[in-house]
Structures are given as structure tokens and as C-alpha cells.
């Protein structure tokens, strides 16, 4: 079975551009999360769908990161416009349900940098 | 936002010791305590979890210890080996898998 995808794996940007990070979860799970993995820190949640619907955006910066989640598959979180403080990993999991015991599968991540 | 505190921050352990990692919580809301390990370029992956009616989990070398009336947890990963070198990061789950990691530990074990 496939794991959770995400592309790219690096991205190097200047700040104020835009930059988008796509990720697959795995065949037949409804849970999709997006997180924010500081260098040294552990992952911190940006957003949950629940199938197409985003059920937890409440740590989502709105004002300049946007997610979409359409037909309930693969997923797309935006930056834009980038800065500094948004060099990060960006993590991509998914889970089978949104019960607090079922395990979250993560993706590589993409490593973004911002100069 | 981070509301597991775990130590060390990192660990070195000789081959076939024994390597203790920490994590103490406040929200007694919390009811699944998962156990990550995170390889350099990978994504965290599950290692062993614990369900807090629990007090302990084994799972091979790993073991989970659970004292729910201090609200701390730890894990123990008995005869270390050098492929255990990685990040292990506890984290504790609340409200349909809301998900509050904690800073992580290096490991590192020595041949």
C-alpha cells in the first residue's frame, strides 16, 4: 500500500512569492491534516478535513495560507505572499477516520525555504 | 500551543542501554498517547501508542509507562541499538484526533 505522497520535497522561493505544496493521502482515508514542523520542533496542526471539509482551520494564518481539499482526495495548502518566518517542513498525514485513536500516517513533507 | 512538555531534548546511549524519554501534560482532556519516531527526511511514524485506563504498554523493546493521577508519560526503549537513532516525539490526542506534539528528544546511541 502507498503511503501518504507529497510533492515537492524541496522548495526554495524568494519572500513574497507564492509557493504550493500537494499532497496524496492514503487510498481510502477520509482524515486529511496539514502541519507545520518548526526545525527542532515537533509538528504543530494547520488544518483537518474531514473528507472535503475542513473541520479544524483554526491555527491556519488566513491571512495568507489557504487549503483546499477537492472531491475529498488530494489536498493543496498555498503560501502567499511567503516570508522568512515561513521557512519550514510541511507535513502532509492522513487518517482512515477522524477518531482520536486512529493512527495519522505522514508524508516525507516539504522542506520550504524562504530567502 | 504546545501543551506536551517532554525531556530531554536529547540523549546518548550507549548500545544495549536502556533510553528513557519523558512527557507531562495538562489537559486532562487528552484520551490516546501516541509515541512518533522521525527519521532525518522522513515523516514521523507511529511507534507504539497508549490508551490512559492504561498504566503500561510493551511492544517489543518499547514500552509505554502511563501514571494518569501525575499526568506524565515515558517511554522506554530497552537494548538500544544504533538504528534507534532518531527523534522520538510524544503526543497526546483530544477531540477527533486533535493532535499536540511534543519539542521532541534526539537520540543517539553509540556502537
Known amino acids: 500500500e502507498a503511503g501518504v505522497v507529497q510533492s515537492p520535497r524541496y522548495k526554495i522561493i524568494e519572500k513574497k512569492q507564492p509557493v504550493a505544496f500537494w499532497c496524496n493521502p492514503i487510498?481510502?482515508?477520509?482524515?486529511l491534516y496539514w502541519y507545520l514542523q518548526n526545525l527542532g520542533q515537533g509538528p504543530e496542526l494547520l488544518i483537518r478535513?474531514?473528507?472535503?471539509?475542513?473541520?479544524?482551520d483554526s491555527q491556519l494564518p488566513k491571512d495568507r495560507f489557504s487549503a483546499e481539499r477537492l472531491k475529498g482526495v488530494d489536498s493543496t495548502l498555498k503560501i502567499q505572499p511567503a516570508e522568512l518566518g515561513d521557512s519550514a517542513v510541511y507535513l502532509c498525514?492522513?487518517?482512515?477516520?477522524?477518531?482520536?485513536?486512529?493512527?495519522?500516517?505522514f508524508g516525507p513533507g516539504t522542506r520550504l525555504t524562504v530567502l | 500551543q504546545q501543551q506536551v512538555k517532554q525531556s530531554p531534548q536529547s540523549l546518548i546511549v550507549q548500545k544495549g542501554g536502556i533510553s528513557i524519554i519523558n512527557c507531562a501534560y495538562e489537559n486532562t482532556a487528552f484520551d490516546y498517547f501516541p509515541w512518533y519516531q522521525q527519521f532525518p527526511g522522513k515523516g514521523p511514524a507511529l511507534l507504539i501508542a497508549i490508551r490512559p485506563d492504561v498504566s503500561e504498554k510493551k511492544e517489543g523493546r518499547f514500552t509505554i509507562s502511563f501514571n494518569k493521577s501525575a499526568k506524565q508519560f515515558s517511554l522506554h526503549i530497552m537494548d538500544s541499538q544504533p538504528g534507534d537513532s532518531a527523534t522520538y516525539f510524544c503526543?497526546?490526542?483530544?477531540?477527533?484526533?486533535?493532535?499536540?506534539f511534543g519539542a521532541g528528544t534526539r537520540l543517539t546511541v553509540k556502537p
Open positions: 478535513y474531514e473528507n472535503e471539509e475542513a473541520v479544524d
Open positions: 487510498s481510502g482515508h477520509n482524515t
Open positions: 498525514a492522513s487518517s482512515k477516520t477522524g477518531a482520536s485513536t486512529d493512527t495519522q500516517y
Open positions: 503526543a497526546a490526542t483530544v477531540n477527533n484526533n486533535d493532535m499536540r
